[in-house]
């Protein structure tokens, strides 16, 4: 088996991936940190099973299962996750996920979920495999061919009836993300996917990657489906998922493949190409999935800008962002989840203040102290004490 495990969580993924190794030696295991890291490992390694949490940076869980599931549609795919929302396991569920893992994870659990999904991947036949490895092969080929005409390239003595065959007549559809973006990465992926998607729902075609930033796609319509509707709903997905500015733009029909060079160097200068952004609304969904965050990682140390990261936003505008949405400043927000954790602690007369302190993040007992006392208005001891009739023998 080759297993990815995706999650931000270095003791998450490590320990997950000795429990595998230890029962499955043979088996291949990667990690990645974030949605970017993972979409990198899919790529270059043939993966059988995705263990992802379901906030991670750069895109959570579920929506990275739902995209990755057109291009890579034989992955079996298990949600970890720190709540046992049923929401969340419903969603999962519903969009193909195996199993649905809450934190922490049980070795045993764990291990006879690994027992099934292997089963399931021995079950994929040789000849299945290697269907699947010629398809793709001639897939790849035939867009690298077209990739080279569109760019302007000679194709040598390569075929390009197939294509003419298949596609008679065509609309191109480029995407162009903005440039000044470091790492696109991501975001490439994500264009591929919704885009092929959006093509297959309304005929058929493929898309290429020019470049780094430049992704074109050919459709063949199916009778009665408009050109302009697939752009419409593709602007609506990309401003959804994408975290960068984007344009994005359509040829008219095309009879001839012989004048596709042409017609990609006039949408590449195109220049009042309209600049679309991530919705406004998606701010909610950012200071929403910081705050689960949060409430999973309180105990560790959670700096402001941290959390920004996770959620891909500015630091000042996140912090204005969050008070906004939540009616308070992020560090007060955060004290007072770690002191109402506490005072549930403290209802144990056996705990340590010590062990307590460590418990919700704070390494040194003395500044755990002060911090209650200014939050509360007592010192942690005599909270103990004013409720130690109210706890039960």
């Known amino acids: 088996m080759n297993i990815l495990i995706a999650d931000d969580e270095n003791i998450i993924r490590e320990g997950i991936k000795r429990t595998i190794l230890h029962a499955y030696p043979s088996s291949s295991v990667y990690v990645a940190a974030s949605t970017e890291e993972a979409v990198k490992v899919l790529e270059r390694r043939h993966i059988d099973i995705v263990l992802t949490d379901i906030l991670m940076p750069g895109m959570d869980g579920l929506e990275f299962m739902k995209i990755s599931h057109r291009k890579y549609p034989h992955i079996k795919w298990v ?3 720190a709540h046992s929302e049923f929401s969340y396991a419903q969603r999962a569920v519903q969009l193909g996920a195996k199993d649905y893992l809450l934190k922490p994870i049980g070795k045993k659990r764990l291990i006879e979920l690994m027992e099934s999904l292997d089963e399931e991947v021995q079950k994929q036949s040789l000849i299945s495999k290697e269907e699947s490895v010629l398809k793709s092969s001639l897939k790849y080929l035939r867009e690298a061919v077209f990739q080279r005409l569109a760019s302007g390239l000679d194709i040598g003595n390569f075929d390009i009836n197939p294509i003419i065959e298949n596609h008679p007549e065509f ?3 480029m995407v162009r993300m903005e440039e000044g973006n470091i790492s696109a990465h991501l975001e490439h992926f994500i264009i591929d996917n919704v885009l092929s998607e959006l093509i297959e729902m309304y005929g058929r075609g493929f898309v290429i990657s020019l470049d780094r930033m430049n992704l074109l796609g050919l459709i063949t319509l199916n009778q009665g489906k408009q050109i302009e509707t697939l752009m419409e709903e593709l602007q609506t997905h990309l401003k959804h998922y994408l975290k960068i500015s984007f ?4 040829s008219e029909r095309i009879e001839h493949i012989a004048t596709v060079p042409k017609v990609v160097t006039k949408l590449r200068k195109v220049s009042a190409l309209p600049v679309f952004t991530p919705v406004e609304s998606s701010s909610d969904k950012a200071i929403e999935a910081a705050l689960q965050y949060i409430k999973a990682h309180y105990n560790e140390e959670l700096s402001l800008e941290k959390v920004a990261s996770v959620v891909f936003l500015n630091p000042v505008y996140f912090s204005q962002l969050f008070k906004q949405k939540t009616g ?3 560090k007060d ?3 007072s989840l770690r002191m109402e954790e506490a005072k549930q602690l403290l ?5 340590k203040l010590a062990d307590i302190a460590e418990r919700i993040g704070y390494q040194d007992v003395r500044h755990f102290t002060q911090v209650f006392r200014k939050k509360v208005d007592v010192t942690p001891t005599e909270y103990r004490h004013q409720h130690a009739l109210s706890v039960p023998d």
């Open 79 to 81: 949600v970890i996750s």
């Open 171 to 173: 609309h191109l559809v």
């Open 247 to 250: 344009h994005m733009t359509n």
């Open 328 to 330: 308070q400043g992020y």
């Open 333 to 335: 927000y955060v004290i």
């Open 347 to 351: 209802l144990h007369p056996k705990m």
